[in-house]
């Protein structure tokens, strides 16, 4: 059956789910949704419309997929618009899916805005469906890459979408993202840091919500007898009625990040700013940086040890290693509970409810 590579779209989001798409009504696209039955929100400008696409995807942790689309184009006002909204969920890693109009062929020196070269800075991936035929490859693609390794925004740039093509020629079939774990010996050395330590420190950031390893964050806390502080944006990664709970921001997060002398990072870019720590006298302590990305290892810090993986794989490999080791090899620590919640009750006032411990500690 012959359709156009618009319609192909449409009928290709709903095949992955997508039950809305946010939008500023100008990209070519959108017509194709409305006839394809699937709701179209509409926004004040085209900076909105990547920045609620960007929250549901935050509030599903990447589970369900936000997409949105813009003005593209020659002289592209609503990309440029966009850019900012772009801008923001590339740098906190959340992936979102934007469709925009493509410069048609022949037209790439009308128009000052160079708009590949602008939007490959925002995004994982910049995709130009040149030719109709196509559309099933790029769309596998996308999904592929907002499913897979670090979260972030992709781009796909429709010049024609009223060019047609064979649907039957290349069927679409939904696509699965994939993961890996860590190698081996990274985390046995990593484990051999953890247990030397002497203030040991689990800092948790927004990578552990993605991967759906909250749990497992959990039992590698309660076995090593670690205290953990998490990233702002991961809040709620980690139990806050815990015993081992210091928190997310206050005086007890600072003082805790400044006696460590091991900080065992997990899922965090470790980049320094509003919503994240700063590691005081970096150079002084041991890092253990436990991420999906090599790109954040040695970023900021100076790493010890690093084990690259998705952080659910990571933390199952780490708390299997760490159970393999003598009980005498963890240090004992068991006032580290009564530390921590005496450090926050001074602060803040007791924490309603209690968690309590699963495991004996070591």
Same mark, same amino acid.
């Given at each position: ?42 926004? #004040?400008?085209? /900076? ?6 960007? &929250? $549901?995807?935050?509030?599903?942790? +990447? !589970?369900?997929?936000? %997409? ?62 040149? #030719?109709?035929? /196509? ?6 693609? &996308? $999904?592929?890459?907002?499913?897979? +390794? !670090?979260?972030?925004? %992709? ?80 809040? +709620? ?115 309603p409810g209690s968690y309590g411990l699963r495991r004996q500690a070591h």
């Open positions: 059956m012959t359709i156009d590579a618009a319609t192909g779209i449409a009928r290709i989001l709903k095949q992955e789910g997508v039950e809305w798409v946010s939008t500023f009504p100008v990209c070519r696209v959108n017509n194709a949704l409305g006839r394809e039955g699937i709701p179209i929100l509409m926004m #004040r400008d085209d /900076r909105y419309a990547v920045a609620v696409a960007d &929250a $549901f995807s935050r509030i599903t942790a +990447g !589970r369900q997929i936000g %997409v949105c689309t813009f003005q593209g184009g020659v002289n592209a006002a609503g990309m440029q618009y966009a850019y900012a909204g772009m801008a923001q969920a590339f740098e906190d890693g959340s992936p979102v899916l934007c469709i925009t109009d493509g410069i048609p062929a022949g037209s790439s020196e009308n128009t000052q805005f160079d708009v590949f070269r602008s939007m490959t800075t925002v995004s994982k991936w910049f995709g130009y469906i040149d #030719r109709p035929e /196509r559309v099933p490859e790029f769309m596998r693609r &996308a $999904f592929t890459l907002l499913r897979s +390794g !670090r979260p972030g925004p %992709v781009i796909l740039a429709v010049p024609d979408p009223t060019g047609t093509y064979d649907e039957t020629a290349d069927p679409y079939t939904p696509v699965k993202g994939w993961k890996h774990g860590p190698a081996r010996e990274d985390v046995g050395m990593a484990i051999d840091l953890l247990t030397q330590a002497q203030k040991p420190l689990i800092y948790a950031g927004e990578g552990v919500i993605y991967a759906g390893a909250s749990e497992e964050l959990v039992s590698l806390a309660e076995m090593a007898n670690a205290p953990v502080v998490t990233t702002l944006k991961a809040k +709620g990664a980690f139990p806050e009625n815990h015993p081992l709970f210091v928190g997310v921001r206050g005086g007890q997060v600072t003082n805790y990040l400044n006696d460590s002398d091991l900080i065992f990072a997990v899922g965090t870019s470790l980049s320094p700013g509003r919503f994240s720590h700063r590691i005081p006298n970096a150079v002084g302590k041991t890092i253990v940086h436990c991420d999906v990305d090599d790109l954040h290892i040695n970023k900021v810090y100076p790493t010890a040890q690093a084990v690259i993986g998705d952080a659910r794989q990571s933390l199952q490999a780490l708390t299997e290693e760490l159970s393999t080791r003598p009980v005498q090899s963890v240090r004992a620590r068991e006032d580290v509970a009564l530390e921590v919640r005496n450090e926050r009750d001074a602060r803040d006032g007791p924490v």
